[in-house]
Each structure stands twice: as C-alpha cells, then as structure tokens.
C-alpha cells in the first residue's frame, strides 16, 4: 500500500498565486493537479513526514491531497497540519492555514483536531503536527506556506 507523505514548503513570488506555486515547488508537488480531500484517513496506509516530495508520477496528473496553506503580502505566513489515527488505523486531518504567527495557527489546529477527533466514536492517539511559516516582510512581493498530505502517487486525469 503506498504511503501518505506529508511535505512542507515556503515560497515567494510577485503575485499571491506565483508565491504559492513557489511554496509547491518547495514541497514537490507543483507539478501535479492538486486534488483536495476532506480529512479522513484511512485506515492501511502508513504517514510518512519526508519535507520534500520526490517523484510521484507524471506531470499534470492528479494527486490527492490534505493541504493546510497561507499566503499574503505582509507578516507571518503558516500553515499547519495536525493529523491523529486510532490504534485500529482510521484517522483525521485537520488544516489550518492564516497571517499569523505559527503558534497561533497552531492553537487553531490543535483545537480543531481535537474537536474532530471527540466527533468520532473511537480513542485516538496523541495528534501530530507540521508546522511551517514564512514572514512576508522580508522581502518585496508576497509570500506562502504549505503543508500536505499527499496520498499515494498521481493518477491520470483523463
């Protein structure tokens, strides 16, 4: 069974949208349509933290996706990833993403994982977390964070 990879990048870029598309290449996955899921995970494959995705199919395929992101042109950027799984496998993700200093956001993720996690009728396990941020102010133009859950490997779209 292949494996969710989790990865992670910062960018930055003239636009909104090219500093993004730097904060994918960081992570690896700009090559790929990005589709997003909800936050459910199943229950056989392993999560694996590997920062850098490498070569998960073709370019312009679709690639299934948890993402947590933030971007902007002033002050922090972070984007965090909280996930949790039950001793049986089942298990939740939970994406925070804002202009705000990393510990707030991951505040946010530590109480929405927590709150997804009492929804659902089993025990769990301690939540893990990615976080990642970048500060806007250092430089012209704007900046992004991105952390993913990348499940498995790009599937063709056609």
């Not at 598309?21 to 790929?32: C, E, M």
């Not at 999560?47 to 992101?69: C, F, K, N, R, Y």
């Not at 002033?74 to 909280?82: D, Y």
């Not at 530590?110 to 500060?135: F, K, M, N, Q, T």
């Amino acid at each position: 069974m292949r494996p969710i990879r989790v990865v992670w990048g910062t960018g930055r870029g003239p636009t909104e949208l090219a500093a993004y598309d730097a904060a994918l290449a960081d992570a690896g996955v700009h090559d790929y349509n990005l589709l997003q899921l909800s936050s459910v995970i199943p229950a056989g494959p392993s999560i694996e933290e590997v920062g850098t995705a490498l070569d998960l199919g073709p370019a312009g395929e679709g690639l299934h996706v948890v993402e947590a992101s933030a971007r902007g042109e002033t002050g922090p950027q972070s984007a965090v990833l909280a996930w949790a799984r039950s001793p049986e496998g089942p298990g939740v993700f939970y994406e925070a993403g804002a202009s705000a200093p990393a510990d707030e956001v991951e505040s946010e993720a530590r109480e929405g994982i927590e709150s997804g996690l009492a929804l659902r009728d089993r025990e769990y396990g301690e939540p893990s977390l990615r976080s990642v941020s970048i500060d806007a102010d250092d430089a012209d133009g704007f900046a992004a964070a991105v952390a993913i859950a990348a499940f498995g490997e790009s599937e063709s779209l056609l």
